[in-house]
């Protein structure tokens, strides 16, 4: 029996709060992992994508997630992509999308699923590959140490065999950790509200940034950031899903609007909305308060949490990057199921790895379409 159609009404219960808290399993090592390698202000990454979540849940009235772009968040971490062109990136994507918006159907129907699905393999076995080379300089023992990472991994295995939010309870243990191994860091803490700087980089970093990452990032944005994540919210609340278009324009809009104050890429996930669901959340409500804390945390603690992050357990912080990866990889098992896509997503993820991101979605384009013109298959059934 479907749903009524029309306005979703919201909530603020225990229920949507829970729910909130669904997709913070990607959120937090992303961004923990991106403020450390590319020097950004947490506070201010903090404070604008909560209020992209607030607007979201305003707009759309349904629990639609607001998530940092994967594969440019994978750039960052593992390729050493820099602050300015990751700001680049984020402007030259948000307005591409806008320009979009109006052929977006024609658009995906271009694209390969296989390679958009041997991006998110590559990039997550690439964050993964990084967490355990971060993860190699550990002592076996010690408040920050390979017996720390164990014990980490199985609490969060554990977690997720159960469908508890568990990230949440282990990132602050962290600081627990911290306070036990470093204790005069949290003596020279000083905080104060974030200092905002309207951000426009040079030429170079929008030339850079356009091939390391608006190209490989922009494929995975409108499959798994608009068709994957309309269709799921059609599924789950019938009648009242969001369209292509909209959504399109809104990850458009959302990063002219953060990126130049300092906040990162952005978008809207199939995965983050299948969190918030499964753990409670039916409404916009969910997400608006979750940008609520948000914002609070990043106005409050911004400061202090950049300090910390100098410092926070890499025990933890490389266990979260493991899960964070294998989540990527887990999301293009259907495409492996067939020869033709095992080889265009494994060719895909094997130049990523091997080289970079930019010149594994080259590759996988040319396998994509040598593959159709052996086998005659169109690189867009998953089934």
């Avoid at 440019?72 to 320009?99: N, P, Q, R, T, Y």
């Avoid at 945390?297 to 890499?314: D, K, R, T």
Wanted: proline fraction near 5%; charge should be positive; glycine fraction near 12%.
């Amino acid at each position: 029996m479907q749903e009524p159609s029309g306005p979703v009404p919201f909530r603020f219960s225990w229920q949507e709060l829970s729910g909130s808290l669904g997709d913070l399993g990607l959120f937090i090592p992303l961004v923990l992992a991106m403020t450390v390698a590319a020097d950004l202000d947490i506070g201010i990454v903090l404070i604008m994508a909560g209020l992209m979540n607030v607007i979201t849940g305003l707009v759309f009235r349904l629990p639609i997630p607001v998530q940092p772009m994967k594969a440019m968040a994978a750039v960052v971490i593992a390729e050493s992509m820099l602050k300015d062109e990751l700001f680049a990136a984020g402007i030259m994507l948000g307005i591409i999308l806008l320009c979009m918006t109006r052929w977006i159907d024609w658009v995906n129907r271009c694209i390969p699923r296989f390679v958009v699905r041997g991006i998110q393999f590559g990039i997550g076995v690439k964050l993964v590959l990084k967490a355990c080379e971060w993860l190699g300089g550990l002592s076996g023992w010690g408040w920050d140490s390979w017996s720390i990472a164990v014990i980490v991994g199985v609490v969060l295995l554990l977690m997720q065999l159960y469908n508890k939010p568990g990230l949440v309870v282990v990132f602050g243990a962290g600081f627990l950790l911290l306070l036990c191994d470093q204790p005069q860091v949290y003596r020279e803490l000083t905080v104060q509200f974030p200092e905002w700087q309207w951000t426009i980089p040079g030429w170079w970093a929008f030339k850079h940034g356009l091939y390391k990452g608006v190209l490989p990032q922009l494929p995975l944005t409108l499959l798994n950031s608009v068709v994957a994540v309309c269709a799921l919210s059609e599924s789950y609340f019938p009648g009242r899903g969001v369209t292509p278009r909209k959504m399109t324009a809104s990850v458009g809009l959302m990063n002219l609007l953060a990126v130049p104050f300092g906040g990162i890429p952005m978008c809207h996930g199939a995965g983050g909305l299948a969190a918030h669901y499964r753990f409670g959340a039916r409404t916009g409500g969910s997400v608006i308060m979750l940008g609520g804390l948000k914002i609070l945390v990043g106005l409050l603690f911004g400061n202090a949490l950049f300090q910390l992050l100098q410092s926070y357990p890499i025990s933890i912080l490389g266990v979260m990057l493991v899960f964070a990866g294998g989540e990527l990889m887990w999301s293009a098992r259907r495409s492996l199921r067939s020869k033709r896509g095992a080889v265009v997503v494994l060719g895909t993820a094997a130049v990523i790895v091997w080289k970079n991101t930019f010149e594994g979605f080259l590759a996988g384009l040319v396998l994509a379409a040598v593959v159709h013109l052996v086998t005659g298959g169109n690189g867009n059934d998953e089934s």
